[in-house]
């Protein structure tokens, strides 16, 4: 079966006619949910077999941004509230194990409330490094301040999601910490120097480097390319993504409509292929540009597919036993009730 490089968003909470020929006829690889197209459970649950049914692939996978705080898709009176990423590292306490077990609980419980829905990947961990100069779009995002706190968090996220049936994605490699600007609304320029960037931007993805897929930023890195931004520069994917970071799993590009990035969508998608994207990504549901990264992306095939089905092959194991109220409330007694639903 032939399978677009692309993971796509559609446009409410329902598929039209439209969107469902659409999808039959290009088969992304993926589909990516955003609040408006959350309304219930039941609604959510019907929109993603609908969504998979036109793929013919029950495994699709279908992502969503569920990080806490000011990320969160889904949320009451459905689902539980979680707090940003450095709630976490805030925890108060000397012993770092707890900070840790209480960041995986959290992973562990929107994986639960996930799974429940279909969805299959969670767009989390953020390991960026904050800088105190940077743009406030990552922020409370991060978990930590420091490359070892941000790690460690990271990884206890990512393994809570594991742990439930769900993928995580690293994101965004090689790292939005310094950046000075908001991707979404233009194109950041990094001009640290390499040793700077590899000793601490680059640490956290290192690490986690073993994880099944990541997501690129947005960003120039002068050290390394002084005209194209990670998601469509074969220098910075050579050599920071698969070299300096060492990481071999599926990446994914940001969202191909952001500000940050020039030319068309069909440029956009070819770029970010060619630099060495093995699937890029779409999330506004605007029909006329879905069309347009279609035709620049491709399809997937060769070392980009077996990333890909290498991803899938994560979810093989069953969810770990799980009582989701005795977690639920260990984590809000965490909290002191801050984020109780």
């Given at each position: 079966?032939?399978?677009?490089?692309?993971?796509?968003?559609?446009?409410?909470?329902?598929?039209?006619?439209?969107?469902?020929?659409?999808?039959?006829?290009?088969?992304?690889?993926?589909?990516?949910?955003?609040?408006?197209?959350?309304?219930?459970?039941?609604?959510?649950?019907a929109l993603i077999a609908a969504l998979r049914e036109t793929v013919g692939r029950a495994d699709a996978p279908v992502l969503i941004d569920q990080e806490g705080g000011r990320v969160q898709r889904l949320g009451p009176p459905h689902w539980g509230r979680?707090?940003?990423?450095?709630?976490?590292?805030?925890?108060?306490?000397?012993?770092?194990?707890?900070?840790?077990?209480?960041t995986r609980l959290g992973a562990r419980l929107m994986a639960h409330d996930l799974a429940a829905l279909g969805i299959n990947v969670d767009c989390v961990p953020v390991?960026?490094?904050?800088?105190?100069?940077?743009?406030?779009?990552?922020?409370?995002?991060?978990?930590?301040?420091?490359?070892?706190?941000?790690?460690?968090?990271?990884?206890?996220?990512?393994?809570?999601?594991?742990?439930?049936?769900v993928l995580p994605v690293i994101k965004h490699i090689p790292g939005h910490g310094r950046a000075m600007a908001d991707s979404h609304l233009e194109l950041p320029v990094v001009d640290a120097p390499f040793e700077d960037l590899d000793a601490a931007d680059f640490a956290p993805f290192r690490v986690l480097s073993d994880m099944p897929m990541a997501m690129t930023a947005h960003v120039i890195y002068t050290a390394v390319d002084r005209k194209r931004p990670a998601t469509t520069s074969k220098k910075v994917m050579r050599k920071v993504v698969r070299g300096a970071i060492g990481f071999d799993g599926l990446v994914m590009s940001d969202d191909l409509s952001m500000k940050a990035l020039s030319g068309d969508f069909t440029e956009r998608a070819q770029a970010s292929r060619a630099a060495g994207c093995d699937v890029v990504l779409h999330c506004n549901g605007s029909m006329d540009e879905m069309a347009a990264v279609v035709a620049g992306a491709g399809l997937l095939k060769g070392r980009a597919a077996a990333r890909a089905a290498a991803a899938l092959a994560r979810l093989a194991r069953a969810p770990e036993p799980f009582d989701a109220a005795e977690a639920r409330a260990r984590f809000d007694a965490a909290f002191d009730g801050r984020f109780a639903a």
């Open positions: 079966m032939s399978v677009t490089a692309a993971i796509l968003g559609c446009a409410g909470p329902t598929l039209s006619a439209q969107e469902k020929a659409f999808f039959r006829r290009v088969k992304p690889w993926g589909f990516i949910l955003f609040k408006r197209n959350v309304e219930a459970p039941d609604q959510v649950r979680y707090p940003p990423g450095r709630a976490f590292g805030d925890l108060k306490g000397n012993d770092p194990l707890l900070r840790r077990e209480i390991l960026d490094v904050p800088d105190p100069n940077g743009h406030e779009i990552i922020g409370d995002r991060a978990y930590g301040r420091t490359p070892g706190e941000v790690a460690l968090l990271g990884r206890a996220a990512a393994e809570g999601l594991i742990a439930g049936g």
